[in-house]
């Protein structure tokens, strides 16, 4: 087990699939704040 978990291809399984995961939640959440988010704050995109 200590193998397995020190296996760096593993790590890099891990993060990917967390990464995606929360770019997949973020954006069937909220479609238009994910695509204005770099331009305009949360509180903008929550008075909509």
């Known amino acids: 087990m200590s193998r397995f978990l020190l296996n760096p291809m593993f790590w890099l399984v891990t993060v990917i699939v967390a990464w995606l995961v929360v770019i997949t939640v973020s954006i069937a959440g909220n479609?238009?704040?994910?695509?204005?988010?770099?331009?305009?704050?949360?509180?903008?995109v929550t008075q909509r």
Do not use: I
């Open 31 to 44: 479609p238009e704040g994910a695509r204005a988010h770099s331009m305009e704050t949360p509180q903008q």
